[in-house]
DNA sequence: CGAGTTTTTGAGGTGAGTCAACGCGTGTGG
DNA sequence: CCACACGCGTTGACTCACCTCAAAAACTCG
């Protein structure tokens, strides 16, 4: 279900927009809910102008060419950032986490979409002042600065696995990915195969083919969005590196 | 010429370090010739810091895994940005043109490495001095933000490139992107094949056949380095966005 | 329990990769 | 000045990893 961004549909392309078909998605996703902060270690007189929302799985937190009128950092929950080709193919440039700011562009137009792959918080602020304190307070452009990076690092990294690796390298290089900012060996995957599909750029069943292999290899552990990590050690050689 | 990082050889695997062969590269390469400044519209109180420094065609500007002591900014030419896996495979990230920063990294380790592609002049800053600059400058924070930000959106369209573009529209998104630097229609590569081949996640094979199809096409005149665009409408339907 | 959705599995097709040979421009030395 | 070698690019024949289409299975929720 879930109004998200139309993904790699093979029969539905979606050729400019085609009402009632995807409507649902951003009229019942655009929603903010309650308001909600449970932020921690960190720092700003960012602040001061910060305001709680919260978006719904699968609500549209900022669309691609829309105004940008906000900078949203996450204080809870997962969302994904994608962009899309006018046929509907989909690629997700990238899934963001607790501390993450969404919605940094250079332009005055978003350039990508984001969607809450579940329930999400934010702190949104006004894009004008934020440009204003970052004339202003160093620490927040440092602030910026460095998540903008540690962002161009993590796509660097995508960009490789995107041109270079296997699926299976693919899909060992997202499990443990995602496995790293789990404790333990217990991954919960918080988006579905299709989103993971749009991440590797692979389709569902490859995917699904790919993880079958690693279950088979006895190397994990698959139920649904569960996965238990049973060789952490081959499961990142068969990453090539993360 | 040539000392570039290690691409997609198939026959010759770079397991580790193979001396002898990619030796004179580093060697011959690593080298400052002269020292040129030819930059032009742009600020910064990074001018007192800066050094001018001049590399020649194939010279390693950084390394994968070398202390980030240095930010650079390009003043002349082309500098190709890479990663690879340790079998050799490899992906460049992007190609950075004047007014580009080179070596931005949140970590004291580079990530990337960066090369060369033709001569090339830049304006080099010592790392640390950078870092206070910052925090006392917004002026020098913001324009950081703000490259690393660019950066970040051409990270995203070269996501939906590997992802989800054909070969052929790969191809042709790339002339789009260069020709847009360039005035007019004719375009002059300054990057080889296997340049092209390791950025769109292709083959040089593959570069080869679907540069020649758009030759047979009737849409782009080729010869060697030297590309001539007769349709560029055509040729920009062909990226399905650039 | 049944309708709808997501995931898995299967069977077959294909776009891009692999391997191999050749052409072409450039530099070098006899 | 030409023979030769070398690097780069092109072309051809064949293979295969992943995609496509299709259906079954598993889960979700009313």
């Known amino acids: 279900m879930s109004g998200m961004a139309q993904t790699?549909?093979?029969?539905?392309?979606?050729?400019a927009y085609v009402p009632g078909v995807h409507d649902r998605a951003p009229t019942t996703a655009r929603s903010p809910i309650k308001a909600v902060a449970e932020d921690k270690?960190?720092?700003?007189?960012?602040?001061?102008?910060?305001?709680?929302?919260?978006?719904?799985?699968g609500a549209q937190i900022l669309m691609e060419g829309d105004p940008a009128e906000h900078l949203f950092?996450?204080?809870?929950?997962?969302?994904?950032?994608?962009r899309t080709l006018a046929d509907g193919r989909c690629q997700i440039?990238?899934?963001?986490?607790?501390?993450?700011?969404?919605?940094?562009?250079?332009?005055?137009?978003?350039?990508?979409?984001?969607?809450?792959?579940?329930?999400?918080t934010v702190s949104r602020f006004s894009?004008?002042?934020?440009?204003?304190?970052?004339?202003?307070?160093?620490?927040?452009?440092?602030?910026?600065l460095r998540r903008a990076c540690s962002e161009l690092i993590a796509a660097q990294d995508q960009?490789?696995?995107?041109?270079?690796?296997?699926?299976?390298?693919?899909?060992?290089?997202?499990?443990?990915?995602?496995g790293r900012r789990a404790d333990g060996d217990h991954i919960?995957?918080?988006?579905?195969r299709t989103d993971i599909a749009d991440y590797l750029g692979l389709t569902i069943e490859t995917v699904s083919r790919t993880m079958t292999q690693l279950r088979e290899d006895g190397v994990i552990d698959v139920h649904r969005a569960k996965v238990h990590v049973l060789r952490p050690a081959e499961l990142e050689a068969r990453a090539e590196a993360a």
């Open 73 to 82: 950092r996450i204080t809870s929950g997962v969302v994904k950032v994608y």
């Open 8 to 15: 790699n549909t093979r029969t539905t392309r979606r050729f």
């Open 188 to 192: 919960e995957l918080p988006m579905t």
């Open 93 to 120: 440039t990238g899934f963001l986490f607790v501390g993450d700011f969404v919605g940094l562009a250079p332009e005055d137009t978003y350039l990508a979409g984001a969607v809450a792959v579940g329930p999400v």
């Open 159 to 178: 960009m490789l696995l995107l041109g270079r690796k296997t699926a299976a390298e693919r899909v060992a290089s997202f499990l443990t990915q995602i």
């Open 127 to 144: 894009r004008k002042k934020v440009e204003l304190l970052v004339a202003v307070s160093p620490l927040v452009a440092r602030l910026l």
């Open 41 to 57: 270690t960190d720092i700003g007189p960012l602040a001061a102008i910060a305001t709680a929302v919260a978006f719904q799985p």
